[in-house]
């Protein structure tokens, strides 16, 4: 069976840092490229960033909210996406799911949350 | 950046209603579009791809339209099931971006 299982969120103070993980089964995961999503409460959802498969070199790509601040990075040894997020934020609150990057987004996670602390 | 709209932000039917949900593109987006449901407290599901091509596994009463800059998704006759928040997104270039979502409920 195909599946994505985030895992790593909790709560955390503004300025304060914490990294997610995504583990992915079922699949050849070093073939695809993989997308971070997070959807605040009760909004829609929002793109935070993408990382390519090693045949396009592991490059990345970033919203502009995230850029700079969050860093997506992946190891194929162990199926696993990341999403290490630094300088975090009230606005950053959020359900945040791995997707597989194929045809859209074809496969999803069941999400981890983030909560501002404060 | 491309901007996504999507209409009506919300829809109310009922069982057995053909269903059209309407979503634009701030620029042309050839016909890389896809559709996702999302029901409370659930992950997105993946519907559609490249604006017409169906995911495997899901009915066939859904099915989408459109390129360039308008694209629709329709549910040919909706079942119980199929209320639930629908999103598209564009595939066209970075950043990806999501329209806000049409909720479908009950009439």
């Known amino acids: 069976e195909v599946q994505l299982v985030e895992s790593g969120g909790g709560l955390v103070q503004p300025g304060g840092s914490l990294r997610l993980s995504c583990a992915a089964s079922?699949?050849?995961?070093?073939?695809?490229?993989m997308d971070w999503v997070r959807q605040a409460p009760a909004k829609g959802l929002e793109w935070v960033g993408r990382i390519r498969n090693k045949a396009n070199s592991y490059t990345t790509e970033y919203s502009a909210s995230v850029k700079g601040i969050f860093t997506i990075s992946r190891d194929d040894s162990k199926n696993s996406l990341y999403l290490q997020m630094n300088s975090l934020k009230s606005e950053d609150t959020a359900v945040y799911f791995c997707?597989?990057?194929?045809?859209?987004?074809?496969?999803w996670g069941q999400g981890t949350t983030v909560i501002d602390s404060s | 950046d491309i901007q996504m709209t999507q209409s009506p932000s919300t829809l109310s039917a009922s069982v057995g209603d053909r269903v059209t949900i309407t979503c634009r593109a701030s620029q042309s987006i050839s016909g890389k579009l896809a559709w996702y449901q999302q029901k409370p407290g659930k992950a997105p599901k993946s519907l559609i791809y490249?604006?017409?091509a169906l995911q495997s596994g899901v009915p066939t009463r859904f099915s989408g339209s459109g390129s360039g800059t308008e694209f629709t998704l329709t549910i040919s006759s909706l079942q119980p099931d199929d209320f639930a928040t629908y999103y598209c997104?564009?595939?066209?270039?970075?950043?990806?971006?999501f329209g806000p979502g049409t909720k479908v409920d009950f009439k």
């Open positions: 079922g699949f050849s995961f070093s073939d695809y490229y």
């Open positions: 490249m604006a017409s």
């Open positions: 997104q564009h595939d066209y270039g970075y950043p990806l971006t």
């Open positions: 997707a597989r990057g194929h045809f859209g987004m074809d496969v």
